[in-house]
């Protein structure tokens, strides 16, 4: 019965981080829905493909559906390609395991106390993710600040009479790492078949950033129903600069209260984990009767729901 007890709670407190993290993220997925719409008007230039290449396709797209694990490779697998990292999503998925097998195996043994591992193992499977994480928010802000200019470089060379194509080949010789590097890839993917739209699509899909997502929208639109594109990028490249420019001081503005939401939100947890290092057996008492577990559950809840409220009032959107 005990077992059982933990075992409901650890089942709880799962479904309970997935639809908190479900529910930030909602907005993201939105955002990708309408980048899908735009694009699907070009969706004709593939029609060249059979019937049954479309079905095989479909086919494979409702197994990938139907497997949660082949799920979260794919969105491992994004993030890792977001990221720059060479690895593949299954080593990736066994890392995760393997510090999260380790966080629980070290917290059972300091403190016999399952339910407290169970916790350190949960922090160790999402520490990869913290890290990956870290690194696509440091490559996307670099990305940020290099758009404007390699918006100019091409805006320049299609007034100079160079096509799309050749104006972003040289935006790519021309910069640094990271944006150079994707765009060379741009280049790569249209030479080898591919169309520029979907090359752009593939860019912005492995960005994930806002910026991208509105230059790529711009792309597609223009060149389905023409204009001036050097005049585009222009307005593109004025409106990203001002963009980069506000949100260095929200940040600046906002880094204070981002550190005390921080602060507040890992407090709790550290204290639980420091107690039941140095005297499990006290607060082993929350995790004996039903009573206890169901203060632990509304405090976790309460505290999630403060999170949540914190990452709100210090996240402003630009």
């Known amino acids: 019965m005990k077992y059982l007890v933990y075992f409901l709670f650890f089942l709880f407190m799962t479904l309970l981080f997935i639809l908190i993290y479900s529910f930030l993220f909602a907005n993201r997925a939105k955002t990708k829905e309408r980048m899908k719409l735009i694009a699907s008007s070009w969706d004709y230039a593939d029609d060249e493909d ?16 139907r ?6 490779y794919t969105k491992k697998k994004k993030k890792l390609m977001q990221a720059y990292i060479l ?3 299954q ?4 890392i995760s395991m393997s510090v999260a097998l380790i ?6 043994l300091l403190t016999s106390l399952v339910p407290m591992a169970l916790v350190l193992g949960i922090l160790g499977f999402m520490l990869p993710d913290v890290y990956v994480n870290r690194i696509i928010r440091k490559r996307s802000q670099k990305l940020n600040a290099q758009l404007p200019e390699a918006l100019n470089i091409i805006s ?13 080949s040289i935006a790519g010789k021309d910069l640094e790492s990271p944006i150079g590097d994707e765009f060379t890839k741009i280049i790569r993917d249209n030479t080898l078949g591919k169309s520029m739209e979907n090359a752009l699509e593939d860019f912005s899909e492995r960005t994930s950033d806002d910026d991208i997502d509105m230059f ?4 597609i639109i223009q060149r389905q129903v023409g204009g001036n594109l050097s005049e585009v990028l222009d307005t593109i490249s004025n409106t990203i600069r001002e963009r980069v420019r506000i949100k260095g001081e929200v940040n600046t503005l906002t880094a204070q209260s981002k ?6 939100s890992f407090l709790p947890v550290g204290i639980a984990l420091f107690l039941a290092i140095i005297n499990p057996s006290y607060i082993g008492q929350l995790f004996d009767n039903v009573l206890g577990l169901f203060m632990v559950g509304s405090a976790v809840f309460m505290m999630l729901v403060g999170i949540f409220l914190l990452s709100k009032l210090v996240k402003l959107e630009v």
């Open 50 to 65: 059979s019937d049954e290449e479309k079905e095989i396709e479909r086919d494979r797209k409702r197994k990938e559906k």
């Open 67 to 72: 497997s949660i694990l082949s799920s979260y």
């Open 87 to 89: 690895m593949k999503p």
């Open 91 to 94: 080593e990736f998925f066994m």
């Open 103 to 108: 966080g629980f195996l070290i917290m059972l």
């Open 156 to 168: 320049n060379g299609l007034r100079a009479g160079l096509s799309f194509a050749q104006a972003v």
């Open 216 to 219: 790529v929208t711009a792309m």
């Open 259 to 264: 550190l005390s939401a921080i602060i507040i």
